[in-house]
């Protein structure tokens, strides 16, 4: 099953409208026609099962049949993971984590954090193209250039892990239990500063492991959406 992603749905007169890469995609390459059905989600837990009732160049619209609405997961995970230098490594996380499961996933920049240009444009298309790969209805957020220092000050997600180097801490799968909302952050390549640390414990933060390896960042962040997925199966 081949699923579409459009914002641009009209439940009071139930259609929905495919605009774009999603509407290319369903009249030009999938060849799509009128009459025929096709699914499309919100990327908030709703599966519209449509038929296609007007094609036009750069839209398609289809009629609403039925709708399936997504049980959300029962915990909600927050990554914060810096960029790597190669976009290429921040990409395969961004698809592996989508996959696996995760709520949203924040972009930090710390002291040690290496410069690079992100396309926030194709960052987006990969966490929508791993959404709907993976059937998964609810379409994670991505933030991006968050600022470390006003990161660690923010509540809003649950408890707070910092995954980092230094001395041994408990791994993350002994402290965090099922249904727990959480937001864990994964420094850069070279960890966070001691500083940096010192100030996130200070606010509240809670320091973690992820195993006796070191990993490189993107690692790091695909262990910590799978350790997650398994505490809550």
């Not at 919100?42 to 039925?66: F, N, W």
Request: proline share 2%; with cysteine.
């Amino acid at each position: 099953m081949i699923i579409h992603y459009t914002k641009d749905i009209n439940l009071d007169r139930d259609t929905i409208t495919l605009t774009g890469d999603e509407a290319q995609h369903c009249t030009k390459v999938l060849r799509k026609r009128m009459g025929e059905d096709i699914y499309v989600t919100d990327g908030e837990g709703a599966l519209h099962t449509c038929k296609i009732i007007e094609i036009g160049k750069t839209e398609c619209t289809a009629e609403i049949l039925s709708t399936m609405l997504q049980t959300k997961r029962l915990y909600d995970l927050t990554i914060s993971i810096c960029p790597t230098k190669k976009q290429s490594r921040i990409e395969w996380f961004l698809e592996k984590a989508v996959e696996i499961g995760v709520s949203r996933i924040i972009l930090t920049q710390t002291q040690r954090t290496e410069k690079s240009r992100l396309k926030e444009v194709r960052l987006h298309k990969i966490v929508l193209a791993a959404m709907k790969q993976s059937k998964n209805l609810y379409l994670p957020q991505v933030i991006t250039n968050q600022n470390w220092n006003d990161l660690i000050q923010c509540n809003d997600y649950g408890d707070k892990y910092i995954a980092h180097c230094e001395d041994p801490k408990t791994h993350l799968a002994k402290i965090c239990g099922p249904a727990q909302d959480c937001i864990v952050a994964i420094g850069p390549e070279g960890d966070f500063t001691t500083q940096e640390i010192k100030l996130a414990l200070e606010l509240g933060w809670k320091e973690i492991n992820l195993g006796s390896s070191r990993l490189r960042t993107e690692t790091a962040g695909v262990v910590v959406a799978s350790v997650l997925a398994q505490i809550n199966m």
